[in-house]
T-cell receptor, first 113, second 112 residues
Framework: DGGITQSPKYLFRKEGQNVTLSCEQNLNHDAMYWYRQDPGQGLRLIYYSQIVNDFQKGDIAEGYSVSREKKESFPLTVTSAQKNPTAFYLC????????????FGQGTRLTVV | KQEVTQIPAALSVPEGENLVLNCSFTDSAIYNLQWFRQDPGKGLTSLLL?????REQTSGRLNASLDKSSGRSTLYIAASQPGDSATYLC???????????FGQGTTLQVKP
């Protein structure tokens, strides 16, 4: 059964460190997304990619970077330039324009210590 | 810029009650609208997807409606159960890129 997997589930970052969140899917979806969720708020789009080797900034891309070298993988790096990184990060994938198929991972909770 | 709003932010009802969750959006030029469920500390599960040309979708005890002209969608839950307790998020797709713009969510508690 296909799905989308995020790891790790919990991540702790020291001040000034870069950390990378993993997102892997075996759904054969072309598009992948990274969202950030803060307490009591909806999801905000960080980056998205519609095809391998191409990605676009979302609404809150500053302090983050991504790569899309393989269709199955879309890792997110939270850099030291992101001043308030503590949040719940969600990865998703879809077939653009399809009637169904928007799937989310189980999330990574990042905490700055 | 598209903005999505959900009211109320929280709702508590007794078991068995029928209820309606509301979602409004500012730009009627949408591609689709989706309702998701989120349990605490978990990812999102898609409940219903309404294409821009549709008026409603149904799945079991859930019914979602869409009125583009007024910029509104509702999620109707019939005969609520304690297992329905979760946060419900509405998201608007603006264009075929698949990008979704989310509301803040409504946290529902169904009391036994």
């Amino acid at each position: 059964d296909g799905g989308i997997t995020q790891s790790p589930k919990y991540l702790f970052r020291k001040e000034g460190q870069n950390v990378t969140l993993s997102c892997e899917q075996n759904l054969n979806h072309d598009a992948m997304y990274w969202y950030r969720q803060d307490p009591g708020q909806g999801l905000r789009l960080i980056y998205y990619s519609q095809i391998v080797n191409d990605f676009q900034k979302g609404d809150i891309a500053e302090g983050y970077s991504v790569s899309r070298e393989k269709k199955e993988s879309f890792p997110l790096t939270v850099t030291s330039a992101q001043k308030n990184p503590t949040a719940f990060y969600l990865c998703a994938s879809s077939i653009p324009g399809a009637a169904q198929g928007f799937r989310f991972g189980q999330g990574t909770r990042l905490t700055v210590v | 810029k598209q903005e999505v709003t959900q009211i109320p932010a929280a709702l508590s009802v007794p078991e068995g009650e029928n209820l309606v969750l509301n979602c409004s959006f500012t730009d009627s030029a949408i591609y689709n609208l989706q309702w998701f469920r989120q349990d605490p500390g978990k990812g999102l599960t898609s409940l219903l997807l309404i294409q821009s040309s549709q008026r409603e979708q149904t799945s079991g005890r859930l019914n979602a409606s869409l009125d583009k002209s007024s910029g509104r969608s509702t999620l109707y839950i019939a005969a609520s159960q304690p297992g329905d307790s979760a946060t419900y998020l509405c998201a608007v797709g603006s264009g075929n890129t698949g990008k979704l713009i989310f509301g803040q969510g409504t946290t529902l508690q169904v009391k036994p």
